[in-house]
């Protein structure tokens, strides 16, 4: 969705409308993705999934509340009350979320040798480049974007792999 995004400003210079909602939306459930990867979950894991679910509840309400009737919501980076806290608390829930969670996976997934650090570098890739985004440019966005790509392609790939396992494990009468 970010590239998408992203790609859509470069070439029109106008964003596709609720991109940007769906867009964060999306963010807590890559969270939730990884959670699932967790055999038995503890605390930062747990934590994790809190702010994934508050991030996942504020992006929920910021598409929904524009139909409410008189609710307003705001196109540019101007306050609306409540609006601008719902997008607030579905970005910093669904960033804080998908830190912890990449940060716990590195730690319990030491079967996968440096793969492991993939979910905490993409959780990570924003920070440096918010500094770019000052100057309104968008490939940092598309860059974001692309590794979102990457990442799922990665889980993907852990749960076809011990989906195959499975598979080809004999079960016994």
Request: proline share 6%; net charge negative; aromatic share 14%.
């Amino acid at each position: 969705m970010w590239s998408f995004k992203a790609a859509a400003i470069m070439v029109t210079g106008d964003q596709p409308a609720l991109t940007f909602e769906l867009g964060q939306l999306l963010f807590p459930i890559g969270a939730l993705g990884i959670y699932l990867t967790f055999e038995g979950p503890r605390r930062l894991e747990k934590a994790g999934l809190a702010l994934a679910i508050l991030g996942i509840a504020g992006s929920t309400l910021a598409l929904l509340y524009p139909l409410v009737p008189g609710g307003e919501f705001s196109s540019s980076e101007d306050f609306v009350f409540p609006y601008s806290l719902f997008v607030l608390a579905g970005g910093v829930g669904g960033f804080l979320g998908f830190i912890l969670m990449g940060i716990a996976f590195f730690r319990s997934r030491r079967d996968l040798g440096n793969r492991r650090a993939v979910p905490m570098l993409v959780a990570l890739i924003p920070i440096p480049l918010l500094f770019t985004g000052v100057v309104h440019f968008e490939m940092p966005i598309f860059l974001i974007g692309i590794s979102w790509l990457a990442l799922a392609y990665f889980l993907w790939s852990l749960s076809d792999s011990s989906e195959l396992a499975k598979e080809d494990t004999p079960v016994a009468a």
